[in-house]
Structures are given as C-alpha cells and as structure tokens.
C-alpha cells in the first residue's frame, strides 16, 4: 500500500534536489511557474526509481529557451513546435514543456497543438489520473485535480476525462493502459476497460512504429501478462499481434492437450525469471521476450486431431518462425530482431531430442553452430518451455539441460567451440587444390566444417589429407 507519509518526504526531496532548485529559482526570478510533472511524481509517491526529469511551465518556448540557455551546458528545440525545450543542466537532461491544452481531429491521433495558461488544464488532459499530478516548485504543493493520489492508493488506473473522449482523442493511450497495468501491478477501472473495447477499432489510426513502441514498453515490464491479457480481452491485441488471441484454441471433448495461451504466459513469465537469475539487473531483453510469446504461434495453423485423443502439431516451429517474421516486419521492428525471434522460434524445439537420448559430441557442435549468436537466449527460452506439472517429468528434462550446457561449456573450453570454423580457410583450400574463387571452394569448406563438427580437431596436416582425398574421389 502507498505509505503517504515516506512519499511526500520523497516529493520533498524531489523539489530540494540541485538541478531542480536552481531551475525553480529561475522560472521563478522571470515570473513564471515551474512544476515537476508526470511520471516522476507518480513514481515519487510509489517509492520507485526516478529518472529523467519532466517540467512543466506558463512560459512560451522562447522564454523557456531564453531562461534556461544561462544555465546550461547544452539546449535543443526539436520539440520546440510542441512546446517543449530540452537542456543540459548540472550533467542532467531535463525537458521542459509549457502548459498544453491540445485538441484531436479523430482522424489521426496528432494532435492540433494549443498552449495552455493553467497547470490545472494541463492536467486534465493527460492519460491517467496517476500521471496527471505535479509538484510546484519553489514550495513546494503537490497539484492533483483528478484524484491521481486517491488512485494510487487504490491500485487503480483511470482516465481523468471520460474514457471514450480520452482514448477518442488519443488510440494509443489504450496500449498505454495495458503497459501502466503491468508496470504498476494496477487494476484497470472498469469504464476504462469497457472503452478500450468499445473503441479497440480506432487503434487503426495509429502508425505501426508507435504500436511497436508500446508493445516493447509492455515487454520490458517485470510482469507483461498482466498488460497482455488485458490487450487481448479487450480485443485489442487482435489487432496488431492477432497471433496471440489465436492461441486460445477451442477445447474438443474428445481430443485433450494443454491451453496454448496460458502455456505461451507461462514461458514468458519463466523466461523473464531466468533473464534475471542468469543476467541480473541487465536491461530488458525484449528479442528473448518475444520469442517466449510468440514461440508457439505455429500451433494453431498444424492443429490435428489424432485418432484416440492426441492433438499434434507438426512443423509449428518452422510454421511460426515464418508467422513471427511477416508480423514483426508489418510491425517495423528492426531486422536484426526479427532474425532472431525467428531464428529462436525455430529451434526452440531441438533440444527435446537430446533430452530423450544423449547426444554425440557432433550433435552438440551442431546445435552451438546453429543458435549462433542466439544461444543464451536459446537456453532461456529452452528451459522456460518446461511448463509441466509433471515434477518427475521437469525434473528429467531440467537436468538434461543442465548437462547440455555442461558439455558445451567443456567443448568450448577445449576446442574453442565459439569460433566453429574448419581448419583450412578458404585462401589454404583454394592454394591446396589450385582452385579459383567460387562454388568448389564453398563445397571444400562445408565439407571441411562438417569433419569439424564430427570430429572436432583433427590437426592442419590431417585436414589438408582428408581435403586431397575428398578432392580425388570428386574427379
């Protein structure tokens, strides 16, 4: 529960701190108002980690600009046509943002850009009530006309206007709203959720990078399911990842197997667990993320229904690594994430078969060769698959995998099993064969790399021999 007490000590501190003083006493020389806005307040109030500094002011930009340019190291103006002016001050960056009173076309979610003369007003447009309170400065006097306090000590998330003219007015705050439930551990109000369903449809006018934004915002969370699961009951997630609502397959009497939504939650939630035993306090690693939500989107498209009661689904690995790369790109993440997710999804299955037998040293260069660059992330999507109840069951496949890591950690050491190469390069292939660059010089060295990945080090002198001979049995 909020402790009301430690934050408005905690507010005081914020107020007192070096580069806000100095700032207030600035605005405050010039005669204009100055306040401490947003999430930094709110986070303040909850006793969690602030950042970066968010002002908000009467001033016009040019006076912002002409106030703080004495005090700073540096200044920029690219958000100058929304009113906001940013500043280096005492090593810290600060954004400062005169009183907006916006309005929206219901066309676009850009708004028509209009200053405001109140921080009242300002307020009042905002998303949430919890992010709708400031802190004047000098003073100081916490300002919260929509009840963001009260809100925070309830644990709910609201509007401060009516939901439908809110979200009306901007789509993406409903995406918001599924972030700010994860991030807070907060219950949506329940005229909140009703709009975000009512009006899920009007999210199409929102660009697919704002989309991407907030999706990646939810998945850095520590508990993103509970922001999924409001983004799907609302119908919003069909939207623009319609491949997680799919996953709830309708349940067939006579055919049983385990509920591949909830089962894709749980291996998100085991694979952020891991994340953080294995990584610490590293940042969010939104590409493992995906990959744990989206690893088994296949399974819908190969569903089929066995005679006696078993469900299979064949190939969904391949299928929803195909899934997971046309979405992403619809969704303008980057390539290099897209690869990945694609590439982890796709394998995310190889290692069950070592866990029903053990494998040659070959068979595990093979598996290191080909996760590549992704097989950290293949070991926490691996493990966090695991979801039986069955604890004999997890138990055998958590020790397997145990010794799987063990054993390319011991090969690794002995044979530097990173670099994964042949011995001969393409240069020492193309001067033992008297060969030119080209398609030969490929083949010589997949076969090079496949005695390798079999054998492991066999010595230059040996490869050279074994590369002559396969030469000669080619004609």
Sequence with gaps: MLNMVDGLARLGALAEAPVTALLARAFADAGYELAIVGGPVRDALLGRRTNDLDYTTNARPDDILRIVKPLATATWDIGRAFGTI????????????????????????????????????????????????????????????????????????????????????????????????????????????????????????????RVQGELVKLLSTDAPDR?????????????????????????????????????????????????????????PDVTLRLAALLHDIGKPATRKLEKGGAVSFHHHDVKGARMARKRLQALRFDSATIDAVAQLIEQHLRFFGYAEGAWTDSA????????????????????????????????????????????????????????????LDGNRIQELLGIPPGREVGEAYRYLLDIRLDEGLIGPDAAEQRLREWWSARG
Excluded at 183 to 204: F, H, I, K, P
Excluded at 252 to 279: F, N
């Design 364 to 423: 595990v260069r093979r598996y290191v060769r080909d996760a590549g660059d992704q097989l950290e992330r293949l070991h926490i999507l691996t493990r966090a698959d695991v979801t039986t109840r069955n604890k004999r069951k997890a138990n055998r496949l958590r020790t397997a995998y145990d010794d799987i890591e063990s054993r390319i950690a011991l090969l690794a050491e002995q044979e530097e099993l990173d670099a994964m190469r042949p011995e």
């Design 227 to 283: 922001g999924i699961r409001l983004l799907v009951d609302t119908g919003l997630m069909e939207l623009f990842l319609p491949e997680v609502p799919a996953l709830r397959l309708e349940v067939d009497e006579h055919h049983h197997h385990k509920d591949v939504y909830e089962h894709s939650l749980t291996v998100l939630s085991q694979a952020i667990g891991l994340e953080r035993e294995r990584h610490g306090d590293a940042a």
């Design 86 to 209: 940013g500043a280096k001050v005492r090593g810290e960056q600060v954004e400062i943002t005169t009183y907006r009173a916006d309005s929206y076309d219901g066309v676009t979610r850009k708004p028509t850009v209009a200053f405001g003369d109140t921080l009242e007003e300002d307020l009042s447009r905002r998303d949430f009530t919890v992010n709708a309170m400031a802190l004047r400065v000098p003073g100081p006097s916490l300002v919260d006309p929509t009840g963001g306090v009260e809100d925070l000590v309830a644990g709910r998330l609201r509007t401060p206007a009516d939901p439908d003219v809110s979200f009306g007015d901007d789509p993406l705050r409903m995406l918001r709203a599924a972030r700010f439930a994860s991030q807070l551990g907060m219950v949506v109000a329940d005229d909140t959720t009703e709009a975000m369903t009512r009006l899920a449809a009007t999210l199409s006018i929102v660009s697919p990078e």
